[in-house]
DNA sequence: TGCTTATTTGGCAATTTAGCCAAACATGGG
DNA sequence: CCCATGTTTGGCTAAATTGCCAAATAAGCA
């Protein structure tokens, strides 16, 4: 693979692996509710503060999440509301599995 | 977060990491064009077939692709194309962040 | 200035992931 | 059966990720 070609496959890798924790995935699903701070996203998740920050830092890195001072407190919001539809897929994916994992279920009482 | 609704996000979470790699990432674009059998993806990728295998594992693990016994080859193809529409969401991301990245260039110029 | 609240950072241990090599496994042909 | 081809598995090390605690930083208020 060119150099050129690996450097855009990576910058996309980044990106997906932002998305890919089960914390940073309510993240965002709640950030596109509304913004919110982190102390707010810390009681709902319930990990540690510390942990929720630099999940919230991960996500702004990537260029998922912005955020936005208002006096002691940080809001953080969804930039690009589009890593919904991906969301969708996902399930798909799991739609599909389940189906074919019960597929193979029905398969095997049929042989015992 | 209830356990349950922690489930959740842990399964999505699980196949958007299979997705989250450079080479992987790689082999749906490759194989949504065609199926592909290891040597072909190999050759394409340029890491070692034992690398290259361990990814497909990974992908057939999270219900991304499946695979087809011919002779001695193994053929994988993408079981979920919409896994496709997701990529051009990061496509999204990419160009915001690279936007936004030179608006602060130009308003460093401005400023010096 | 000192206090409180909100958030980030540094450090550390435990876990996971990646990629190479060598060895094992399967399959079809002589 | 033996060999060649195509693929997977096991083992290993290096690197990245996660999550907690404690300490540091920032901002508003008495």
Chains 1, 2 share one sequence.
Do not use: W
């Not at 070609?5 to 996309?12: D, F, G, I, S």
């Not at 699903?29 to 919230?56: A, F, N, P, Y």
């Amino acid at each position: 693979m060119k150099p050129e070609l690996k450097n855009q496959y990576e910058a996309r890798a980044r990106i997906i692996k932002a998305i890919a924790h089960p914390s940073r995935l309510f993240i965002i699903e709640e950030l596109e509710k509304k913004e919110r701070c982190v102390q707010e996203l810390t009681d709902m998740i319930g990990s540690d503060m510390s942990t929720v920050s630099k999940h919230l830092s991960v996500l702004k890195n990537a260029g998922i999440i912005g955020d936005r001072k208002t006096g002691t407190s940080i809001f953080y919001y969804l930039k690009t509301p589009c890593i919904l539809n991906f969301l969708g897929c996902i399930e798909d994916v799991m739609t599909i599995n389940l189906k074919q994992q019960g597929d193979v279920l029905k398969l095997c009482r049929r042989k015992g």
